[in-house]
């Protein structure tokens, strides 16, 4: 399902799409570094992406260290809540409850993701690393008092295999 708001209309699906493979990028990259396959990343409102990160929970021993909150934590220091309302994050999987609620509380005004929670748990299975919480980050936002613009799960089968790839054989 796809939300419109006029602040974000430069964004099309093409564009979301473009930029998700980027974070599917990272996620291979966060693999590859020792940590679970996850990629975010934000972007300004023109379409310029101004950081990316990628999952550092297990390198760094910190169990708030997913790629969103991550990025959220050096987002917030280096811009102003004004500016990150303008801007997007990028996520390989919907944002836990953890990265809802620092979404959320950093202002940023736009989150698109590829897969759901629930796809990502066919993934990871009963899994101790990613123990999910089946609570949607819409829910998360439907109780604040400010909007946050959610596009995602992206319905296109294509993008799906590249999000998936680098979980495949890893929550093994």
Known sequence: MLEKNDQFSYFT?????????RAVAISWS???????????LLVDEQGN??????????TEKDC??????????RASKAYDKSFLARCSLYSTAEPCVMCAGALYWSGIGRLVYAI?????????????QNPTLDVPCRTVFEHGQKDVL????????????????PHIGYWD
């Not at 708030?64 to 934590?73: C, F, K, N, S, V």
């Open 30 to 40: 966060s693999k590859e570094h020792g940590n679970t396959p996850f990629g975010a």
């Open 64 to 73: 708030t260290g997913h790629a969103e909150t991550t990025l959220i934590r």
């Open 116 to 128: 759901s929670e629930k796809k990502l748990l066919m993934l990871t299975g009963d899994n101790e």
């Open 150 to 165: 959610v596009v995602g799960p992206i319905e296109d089968e294509a993008l799906e295999n590249m999000v998936v790839a």
């Open 49 to 58: 992406i101004l950081m990316e990160q990628e999952n550092i929970e297990i």
């Open 13 to 21: 699906l093409e564009k979301d799409k473009a930029l998700l493979e």
